[in-house]
């Protein structure tokens, strides 16, 4: 035991390559030294796409030349902002106190945050998903006999669709 633990620590190696690209650095070999191999080289750069980035240069060339005449680049004198931009801008323009718009914004995320927690939390329970499941099919049954039905009851709830959309008005 005692020799196994005085024994010094050698390492060496009989092969003089460690990858068939780069040959290994001979250094003068010591007990104590350890050489390591050398970094293979950084990877080259994909050469997949060069039209793209040779593109985007163009671009930044063109706008270049365009801000030093004084002139506006193509692309934004034609791009046009979508319809839906435009009304959230307007309606966002119009609204006088942005601080409460906002802060109800916040607060109705973080509710829906929580309430999704809660669903999720409520999901883990043993019994809770399938007897949920169970009121869900049955108050869907339900709707679908008392509305559905019978023809008189669908005309109704047609007409109430209806209504409540807006698309027509009944007197």
């Known amino acids: 035991m005692a020799s196994a633990s005085s024994s010094a620590l050698s390492i060496s190696s009989s092969s ?22 050398t970094l293979p080289p950084p990877p080259v750069q994909s050469q997949s796409r060069p039209w793209k980035t040779t593109a985007y240069c163009r671009k930044i060339a063109r706008n ?8 506006a680049p193509a692309e934004v004198a034609t791009a046009e ?22 802060s109800l914004a916040v607060a109705g995320i973080v509710a829906l945050w929580g309430s999704i927690g809660l669903i999720s ?3 883990r329970l043993p ?9 869900g099919i049955g108050y869907s049954g339900w709707f679908a006999y008392k509305n559905l039905f019978f023809e008189p009851d669908r005309y109704v709830s047609y007409m109430l669709s ?3 959309l807006g698309s027509k008005s009944f007197a």
């Open 16 to 37: 003089t390559r460690v990858d068939a690209k780069a040959p290994r650095q001979t250094t003068a070999a010591s007990p104590q030294c350890v050489t390591l191999p």
């Open 64 to 71: 270049v030349m365009a801000m030093a005449t004084g002139e």
């Open 81 to 102: 902002m979508p319809e839906i931009v435009k009304t959230i801008r307007d309606t966002w323009d119009k609204v006088e106190d942005k601080y409460a718009v906002s």
């Open 121 to 123: 939390a409520i999901d």
């Open 127 to 135: 019994l809770v998903p399938g007897l949920l499941e169970l009121v």
């Open 162 to 164: 209806q209504l409540s």
